[in-house]
């Protein structure tokens, strides 16, 4: 495919809708931290810049790139995100946790980049399942062995807001692959008695498995009064919120602006549009994040081949479940995750994974043969006609 015909077959519409969003996240991350450093109040406007340039830098290069060539590299992704999350527990712990890389100009998080790997590696071995009309627990067990080892690296950091993104990730897809209802069902209440088991059963026989700050979020959503730092998080954040009214009250004397509002650059900058921008500008936020919800969506069905529709539903996946905790836990009704809000928060490692996913499903969109497009109910086609998607039109590629 020339890159004319590829600019001609992009999706404008969700591109337009990433980039507003960047905007907006780029000028709430101005007015959260002009007074955060004195002496230097651009110092983290300037960086967030850099990460935007950085990530449509990534976001460019995987929507030119052939989704096909991943399918020859799967080891190679698969082993090296194993590989970095291996490396990252061998550096000291910065805030209690071990997430980060050091590098000479950036600080790169392994979990975040695991995001794109996992989903591109799981729409392999999924896509591989339905072509041999492997089903049901075969297709689950396959696809949760993929998910484990990252899952656990990623775990023990620890990074519970990751981790529950990956689960995420790896349940979308298997839906879309035609999971049966009743596997979902046993699934869903399987994650239920695990959480019961981490959050009451172990901790009550001495054994915890979360750090003390990841039980005090939790206990801090069910408890809101309890006086924890936890609580007092979410409480500034609903305060800002609320002081918003319909039109924010801008950036002068407010939560962000003295400081009240822990992370508000980070976890918390929905809040800071909220305080800033009011009900309208939060209202635009939500809208824009549905258009590209619709945007992605719209592409699984259409895919030429069974990989590229998964990579779609897994990134549809991924935005969804940050997007709905991130802003969830800014609310009030979820509880502190440590999970970003994409294309607005803070941070290198986030908003490069987030861009370079949009790039993964602009590379899938550009690419669908309309006249050859797949239809609801793909699932079902006979073996024969899955027999090597990989082969597209000449005109397709």
């Known amino acids: 495919m020339t890159l004319a015909l590829l600019l001609r077959r992009v999706d ?66 698969y082993g090296s995100t194993i590989g970095l999350l291996i490396i990252v527990l061998g550096f000291s712990a910065a805030r209690g946790s071990q997430r980060w890389i050091p590098l000479p100009f950036f600080t790169l998080q392994p979990s975040e980049l695991g995001k794109v790997t996992m989903i591109v590696c799981l729409s392999i071995i999924i896509a591989d399942c339905v072509r041999r009309g492997i089903r049901g627990w075969g297709m689950a067990t396959r696809a949760g062995l993929l998910m484990l080892p990252p899952f656990a690296l990623v775990f023990i950091q620890p990074d519970l807001g990751t981790s529950i993104v990956y689960i995420a990730i790896t349940l979308t897809v298997l ?8 596997s979902v069902a046993v699934l869903g209440g399987v994650a239920v008695a695990l959480v019961v088991l981490v959050l009451g059963i172990l901790p009550s026989i001495g054994l915890p498995l979360l750090r003390p700050y990841q039980a005090e979020r939790i206990t801090a959503f069910l408890d809101p009064q309890g006086g924890s730092d936890a609580a007092y998080q979410a409480q500034q954040s609903m305060i800002a919120i609320g002081s918003g009214g319909l039109a924010g009250r801008g950036g002068g004397v407010s939560q962000t602006a003295g400081s009240f509002l822990p992370e508000h650059h980070t976890d918390f900058v929905f809040a800071v549009v909220g305080e800033n921008r009011g009900f309208v500008g939060s209202a635009i936020v939500v809208l824009l994040y549905l258009l590209i919800f619709w945007r992605v969506g719209r592409m699984i069905p259409r895919a030429r081949n069974l990989e590229e529709s998964f990579i779609a539903a897994g990134v ?6 940050q997007v709905a905790i991130n802003i969830g836990m800014n609310l009030g009704i979820a509880p502190t995750t440590g999970i970003p809000l994409p ?4 941070g290198g490692s986030n908003t490069i994974t987030n861009l370079t996913a949009v790039g993964l499903v602009l590379a899938v969109g550009a690419r669908i043969v309309r006249e050859q497009a797949l239809v609801p109910g793909w699932q079902e086609r006979p073996r024969s006609r899955l027999a090597d998607p990989l082969e597209a039109p000449s005109d397709a590629v």
Request: glycine share 10%; aromatic share 14%.
């Open 343 to 346: 294309f607005m928060t803070y």
């Open 316 to 321: 549809f996946g991924l935005l969804l479940t």
């Open 175 to 182: 839906v879309v692959a035609g999971l049966p209802g009743r």
């Open 12 to 77: 404008w519409l969700l591109v337009a809708a990433v980039l507003l969003l960047l905007m907006i996240g780029q000028r709430a991350v101005r007015a959260a931290t002009v007074n955060d450093l004195l002496g230097d109040p651009g110092f983290f406007d300037r960086r967030h810049i850099i990460y935007i340039v950085a990530g449509l830098g990534f976001a460019a290069v995987a929507m030119v790139i052939d989704p096909r060539i991943y399918r020859r590299l799967f080891w190679f992704i």
